[in-house]
């Protein structure tokens, strides 16, 4: 049990704060802060009408370590759950050293000024938490974090070794939109046009964006394109599952996603160098943001659902074995509970899990961790109580 500090009021804090404040036996006090302080207010008061619990509120700028040290010094959190931009993710972990509070994100960190993400730079903190005698939990959303949790279930339950991974990310969700992303922009567009990448006979094998696709078949969804992209989560998987031979992430995207994502491209609005416009210095991806839907309102008019899983083939007992591991989430039910569409929804949810099982001290060894290397079945079993049920097939056609 203790104290929360949420960072980041967006969609994904939007449920982080309703699924935290549904469990307020664990977390005994709350505060949600974020670069705008009037947003962490809507939300701590639809927050208080949905569940009677009171949230403080703050606001500060993440990206300053100084102003973090001191709201949390004052705030006195246990934990930090960080669902603010990747970017930030550097600072916060500083202050959390200085002010000697436990951490936990849900994205790696991406320097603003190149679009790459890696775990490198969270991973060098390994030793400055495990000193400080505190525990960093990297990469507790849906893909990463559950995907990632449902693989080490697979490791540990039903296979002696995994051979072959492919996660697989559907959302077959209507939001009514010519074009919007689920989640922030910025994030959102420079993670898929990057170049694919996946692993393969011990090395990572590049492709060009969305090279290799196929359909695929998705739980009570049907078939859908889907498409081999880069994802975080494989970059610890191949390093913590050394069994791999290969490991790839799918994504569904539609013919007219793609297209505007083609034009965006083509016309020079996904840049994230700066460019001078009337006397001024902007960076056309940010600017593209602020015109954009918000992610955070799409919610009231989805409809449809996501499913996100993993397809595994390896050995057990000397034997050939497939498993499909999923969960599918509706948009609706996921805007009902919590005002939030359902991306938002599979993230937020398993980053309240996270804290969940650390304050239970479940998940509490000092030091930066994937959430793979932690026991994945205290986890697993609240999946099926806080709202994210999974499925498992056994020995089916995996199609990839
Ligand atoms: P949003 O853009 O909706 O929200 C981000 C929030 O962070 C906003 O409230 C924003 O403030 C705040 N913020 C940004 N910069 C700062 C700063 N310097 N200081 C303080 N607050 C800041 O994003 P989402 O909620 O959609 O996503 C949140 C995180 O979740 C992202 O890191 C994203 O990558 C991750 N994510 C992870 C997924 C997973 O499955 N693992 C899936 C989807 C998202 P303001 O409102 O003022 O702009």
């Known amino acids: 049990m203790g104290k929360v500090l949420i960072i980041g009021a967006g969609g994904v804090g939007t449920v982080v704060?309703?699924?935290?404040?549904?469990?307020?036996?664990?977390?005994?006090?709350?505060?949600?802060?974020?670069?705008?302080?009037?947003?962490?207010?809507?939300?701590a008061?639809?927050?208080?009408r949905r569940t009677g619990v009171t949230i403080e509120t703050a606001r500060v700028d993440a990206d300053n370590?100084?102003?973090?040290?001191?709201?949390?010094?004052?705030?006195?959190?246990?934990?930090?759950?960080?669902?603010?931009?990747?970017?930030?993710?550097?600072?916060?972990?500083?202050?959390?050293?200085?002010?000697?509070?436990?951490?936990?994100?849900?994205?790696?960190?991406?320097?603003?000024?190149?679009?790459?993400?890696?775990?490198?730079?969270?991973?060098?903190?390994?030793e400055k938490f495990e000193k400080a005698g505190?525990?960093?939990?990297?990469?507790?959303?849906?893909?990463?974090?559950?995907?990632?949790?449902?693989?080490?279930?697979a490791a540990k339950h039903h296979f002696d070794e995994i051979h072959y991974l492919d996660i697989v990310d559907c959302n077959a969700g209507d939001h009514g939109k010519a074009f919007a992303t689920n989640f922030n922009p910025e994030i959102n567009i420079r993670e898929v046009t990057q170049k694919g990448k996946y692993w393969e006979n011990g090395e990572w094998v590049e492709t060009e964006p969305h090279e290799i696709h196929q359909p695929l078949t998705y739980p009570e969804i049907g078939p859908k394109e889907s498409y081999v992209i880069f994802h975080e989560e494989l970059e610890s998987l191949v390093k913590n599952y050394p069994t791999l031979k290969?490991?790839?992430?799918?994504?569904?995207?539609?013919?007219?996603?793609?297209?505007?994502?083609?034009?965006?491209?083509n016309i020079g609005m996904a840049r994230i160098d700066e460019v001078e416009y009337n006397g001024q210095k902007i960076v056309p991806i940010q600017f593209l943001k602020a015109v954009l839907p918000d992610p955070?309102?799409?919610?009231?008019?989805?409809?449809?659902?996501?499913?996100?899983?993993?397809?595994?083939?390896g050995i057990k007992d000397g034997k050939e074995r497939t498993y499909y591991i999923?969960?599918?989430?509706?948009?609706?039910?996921?805007y009902k509970e919590t005002g939030a569409q359902g991306v938002s929804y599979t993230t937020g949810v398993p980053a309240t899990i996270g804290g969940m099982m650390f304050m239970k001290g479940l998940w509490k060894k000092p030091g930066v961790y994937n959430v793979e290397e932690f026991d994945p079945d205290p986890f697993m079993?609240?999946?099926?109580?806080?709202?994210?049920?999974?499925?498992?097939?056994?020995?089916?056609?995996?199609?990839?």
């Open 134 to 153: 505190l525990t960093a939990i990297l990469g507790c959303g849906f893909d990463p974090g559950v995907t990632s949790i449902f693989t080490a279930y």
């Open 65 to 126: 370590v100084p102003e973090l040290v001191s709201l949390m010094n004052g705030f006195k959190p246990e934990l930090v759950i960080n669902v603010a931009l990747p970017y930030q993710d550097l600072t916060i972990m500083d202050a959390c050293l200085e002010a000697g509070v436990h951490y936990l994100d849900t994205a790696n960190y991406e320097p603003k000024d190149e679009a790459k993400f890696e775990y490198k730079w969270q991973w060098a903190y390994r």
């Open 326 to 334: 999923y969960n599918n989430c509706s948009h609706e039910a996921a």
């Open 45 to 48: 008061e639809d927050v208080k």
């Open 246 to 265: 290969r490991a790839r992430f799918w994504m569904t995207f539609g013919q007219e996603y793609l297209t505007h994502l083609r034009v965006i491209q």
């Open 296 to 313: 955070g309102e799409l919610g009231e008019n989805y409809t449809g659902q996501t499913s996100i899983g993993c397809r595994i083939k």
């Open 381 to 400: 079993d609240q999946l099926n109580k806080q709202g994210l049920p999974w499925h498992e097939l056994f020995n089916v056609d995996l199609e990839v």
């Open 17 to 43: 704060a309703n699924k935290v404040a549904q469990n307020s036996d664990l977390f005994t006090g709350i505060m949600l802060a974020s670069r705008t302080k009037s947003k962490c207010d809507t939300i």
